[in-house]
């Protein structure tokens, strides 16, 4: 599966996401997943299944497979990736080694 071209806000706030400042970790299980789809790297019917031992991994596929079984789209995905980015920043704040181009 090949990825699709994002937007430039979503690359923005894809490279922002990296400065977050605790943000919590379903919150950033939400990221992971809207970015997943929004890029569609992957496709969940032919990704292995994490490891029994893998909770990170079980928790990431989880909250992928929950959006989409919503029907979230990749269009749909980037868009709630921006919003929620934006809400953490506005939120939690970012890094002091944020560089000037992303703030």
């Known amino acids: 599966m090949a990825p699709r071209t994002t937007s430039p806000a979503f690359e ?6 990296t400065y977050l ?3 919590s970790n379903d919150d950033m299980l939400d990221l992971y997943a809207y970015a997943v789809i929004a890029k569609a790297e992957k496709d969940l019917a032919t990704t292995p299944k994490p ?4 909770l990170a991994g079980k928790a990431k596929r989880s909250k992928w497979e929950k959006y ?5 789209t990749p ?3 980037e868009k709630a990736y921006v919003a929620k980015v934006d ?4 939120k939690h704040g970012l890094k002091d080694t944020v ?3 992303l703030k």
């Not at 490891?51 to 893998?54: A, S």
């Open 12 to 17: 923005k706030a894809y490279k922002k996401a």
């Open 21 to 23: 400042q605790n943000a």
């Open 51 to 54: 490891g029994m031992f893998d």
């Open 68 to 72: 989409v079984n919503e029907g979230v």
């Open 75 to 77: 269009a749909d995905a």
């Open 87 to 90: 809400e953490l920043v506005s």
């Open 99 to 101: 560089p000037a181009e």
